[in-house]
C-alpha cells in the first residue's frame, strides 16, 4: 500500500524530473560537440521528443496541483459550499475532453505504429512520440477523477469541515 501511494505522490514528479535530466543532458553534450567541431545527428530529435512527452506529463502535473489557468469572475455570485459547483462542473467538462484526447490519440498512435513509420535519425517509432498524447491525458483522467472525488465530498460535507478548509474553498477558483 505504501509503494502504490508513493507512485500515487510522486509518478508525475520523477518523470518530469527524468526526462528533463534528458533533455538538458542531451543538449549539454550537443552543445559541447559542437565546440569540438562534431555533432550528434540524434540530440535534437531526442531533446524534442522528450520535450513532447514532458509536456503531455505536465498537464497531469498541473491539474494534480490544481496550478491550471483558471478563471474565477463567475465565483463572485455563489457564497459559501455553492462555490464547489463550478470547480466541479469545470471538471466533469475536462474529464470529457480527456476522455476523447486519450481515445483520438490512442487510435492516431496505434495507427502510426502499424505503418511503421520510424524517427529519422534515433529510428523510434513515430507512434511512441504520439502515445504521450493518451498516455498524459490518461494520467490527467486519473488526477481529474481525484479531484472532482475530493470536490463532491468536500460540497457534501462542508458544514463538518474545519473552518481553515472552509474558508480556502471559498477562496478556490475554478480549475
Do not use: C
Amino acid at each position: 500500500m505504501k509503494i502504490i501511494k508513493s507512485i500515487n505522490n510522486y509518478l508525475e514528479e520523477v518523470i518530469l524530473v527524468m526526462l528533463s535530466i534528458l533533455m538538458v543532458s542531451v543538449t549539454f553534450l550537443q552543445v559541447v560537440m559542437r565546440t569540438f567541431g562534431n555533432s550528434l545527428s540524434w540530440s535534437e530529435e531526442l531533446a524534442r521528443f522528450t520535450f513532447i512527452w514532458m509536456v503531455y506529463i505536465g498537464i497531469a502535473y498541473g491539474v494534480k496541483k490544481m496550478k491550471h489557468i483558471s478563471i474565477d469572475a463567475l465565483l463572485l455570485l455563489f457564497k459559501g459550499k455553492y462555490k464547489l459547483i463550478l470547480p466541479i462542473v469545470s471538471n466533469v467538462f475536462f474529464i470529457a475532453f480527456s476522455i476523447v484526447i486519450i481515445i483520438y490519440g490512442y487510435e492516431v498512435s496505434s495507427i502510426l505504429l502499424g505503418f511503421g513509420q520510424t524517427s529519422a535519425a534515433l529510428g523510434i517509432p513515430i507512434g511512441f512520440v504520439y502515445l504521450a498524447t493518451p498516455v498524459g491525458f490518461g494520467l490527467t483522467l486519473i488526477r481529474l477523477i481525484q479531484n472532482l472525488i475530493i470536490q463532491i465530498k468536500d460540497f457534501i460535507n462542508f458544514d463538518q469541515l474545519p473552518n481553515d478548509k472552509k474558508q480556502e474553498i471559498t477562496k478556490q477558483s475554478i480549475s
